[in-house]
């Protein structure tokens, strides 16, 4: 992460799951203190975690063969 324009800016480059969770900016001077957080939320596509060859398991093995990050959308009934 890079701060910028006397520390009020994070640029954070090549975004990663990682970087994903809360981040939190503080301010103050001599009479206060001030404080806000926000939650960075990564969309990013399937990931395959194994090679797509044709693979064998035995019944009721469990196996994943990609990662993703799916997008909730709740919706009121």
Known sequence: AIL???NRELIIPYLQRDDMGMY???????????????SLQIQI??????PLDD????V???YSIF??????IARER
């Open 4 to 6: 910028l324009n006397f």
């Open 24 to 38: 939190r900016c503080e301010a103050s001077n001599t009479r206060s203190v001030v404080n806000q957080s926000v």
């Open 45 to 50: 596509d399937p990931v395959f975690v194994v």
């Open 55 to 58: 693979q064998v398991l035995d």
């Open 60 to 62: 009721g093995t469990a």
């Open 67 to 72: 990662e993703s990050r799916p997008i909730i």
